[in-house]
């Protein structure tokens, strides 16, 4: 829903779209967590990280979105580029979510993406 609610018909499927649909989520729940784009860690930069405010007893998120690509592939970026090491001061659940997208896809399947979430317990 805050895809279709944020995204223009004609550019539906990029990674701006998603962009926006995930802001559009963290506005409502910028009360418990905090936002980072282009998340710095390990080697590289995950697309987001959501951390939990200190208030919050949500789980932690790192996301990566990935085109024309898999889930699988975004997942595995996650894990090989230790992109929640920066979390390492963190207790709690980390959700590693990731996310694919057919540019090319069009009518109907230009709206269907793949998603993969695995959820990892930091101590």
């Known amino acids: 829903m805050a895809h279709e609610t ?5 550019a539906y499927n990029d990674e701006n779209s ?3 649909a995930i802001l559009l989520a963290y506005y409502t729940a910028q009360n418990d967590y905090e936002m980072i784009r282009e998340f710095p860690s390990g080697k590289g930069f995950a697309d987001y990280a959501f951390v939990p405010r200190s208030n919050s007893n949500k789980p932690a998120m790192i996301i990566e979105l990935k085109y024309n690509k898999s889930a699988d592939t975004a997942i595995r970026q996650i894990r090989e580029n230790r992109y929640s090491g920066r979390l390492s001061a963190f207790s709690g659940e980390i959700l590693l979510v990731g996310i694919n997208y057919d540019k090319k896809a069009k009518g109907e399947n230009r709206k269907k993406h793949t998603c993969i979430i695995e959820k990892v317990v930091h101590n």
Do not use: F, N
């Open 18 to 20: 998603l962009s926006c």
């Open 6 to 10: 944020c995204s223009s018909s004609l």
